[in-house]
T-cell receptor, first 114, second 113 residues
Framework: AQTVTQSQPEMSVQEAETVTLSCTYD???????LFWYKQPPSRQMILVIR??????QNATENRFSVNFQKAAKSFSLKISDSQLGDTAMYFC???????????FGKGTKLTVNP | DTAVSQTPKYLVTQMGNDKSIKCEQN?????MYWYKQDSKKFLKIMFS???????INETVPNRFSPKSPDKAHLNLHINSLELGDSAVYFC????????????FGPGTRLTVT
């Protein structure tokens, strides 16, 4: 089965510091999309950032950026200047089969400490 | 101005009952999904509809039946509920079958006792 692996079940970081969440995936496809979603305690799934596999440039959204290594099938998320509101589960996901079907990793629980 | 809404947000019911969860999106999207998030937070797709046509049907028991009366609505009916059906069910939508991001509803926490 083609999978998405998040090797860090839990992480913590001090407020204002930088943290990187790792994600690796398995795919035989050449074109696909990668996503990071955030799920705070409110349970709402919120899109953090999106990367298109055919684009070499790493996506950025304010304090959030990715390090996309296509050959290594790696897609890590860097959060700069961490804020208390960043405390959440973070899910890495990719599309599968050239469709909109999303395959998710098991998530990383991030805690930002004051 | 909620984009993707689900009702109810919480549902507690007994084994053997039949229940439905409703989902509506006002984003004008033509593709909708149901995901199940288990107690370990693992999210897995169950169904997807595009323009009211079923396009993804993962290995889900026949007790689960999605229905899409129109592009803006996708309901999930569950028959003969079992303890293992307890989970959070998320509805999502996206525009087209074009690898775009999906917008999620707030989730429905189903508890089967």
């Amino acid at each position: 089965a083609q999978t998405v692996t998040q090797s860090q079940p839990e992480m913590s970081v001090q407020e204002a510091e930088t943290v990187t969440l790792s994600c690796t995936y398995d795919t035989s496809e050449n074109n696909y999309y990668l996503f990071w979603y955030k799920q705070p305690p409110s349970r709402q799934m919120i899109l953090v950032i999106r990367q298109e596999a055919y684009k070499q440039q790493n996506a950025t959204e304010n304090r959030f950026s990715v390090n996309f290594q296509k050959a290594a099938k790696s897609f890590s998320l860097k959060i700069s200047d961490s804020q208390l509101g960043d405390t959440a589960m973070y899910f890495c996901a990719r599309t599968q089969g050239g469709s909109e079907k999303l395959v998710f990793g098991k998530g990383t629980k991030l805690t930002v400490n004051p | 101005d909620t984009a993707v809404s689900q009702t109810p947000k919480y549902l507690v019911t007994q084994m053997g009952n039949d229940k439905s969860i409703k989902c509506e999106q006002n984003l004008g999207h033509d593709t909708m999904y149901w995901y199940k998030q288990d107690s370990k937070k693992f999210l897995k797709i169950m169904f997807s509809y595009n323009n009211k046509e079923l396009i993804i049907n993962e290995t889900v028991p026949n007790r689960f039946s999605p229905k899409s009366p129109d592009k803006a609505h996708l309901n999930l009916h569950i028959n003969s509920l079992e303890l293992g059906d307890s989970a959070v069910y998320f509805c999502a939508s996206s525009q087209g079958r074009t690898l775009r991001e999906q917008y999620f509803g707030p989730g429905t926490r189903l508890t089967v006792t």
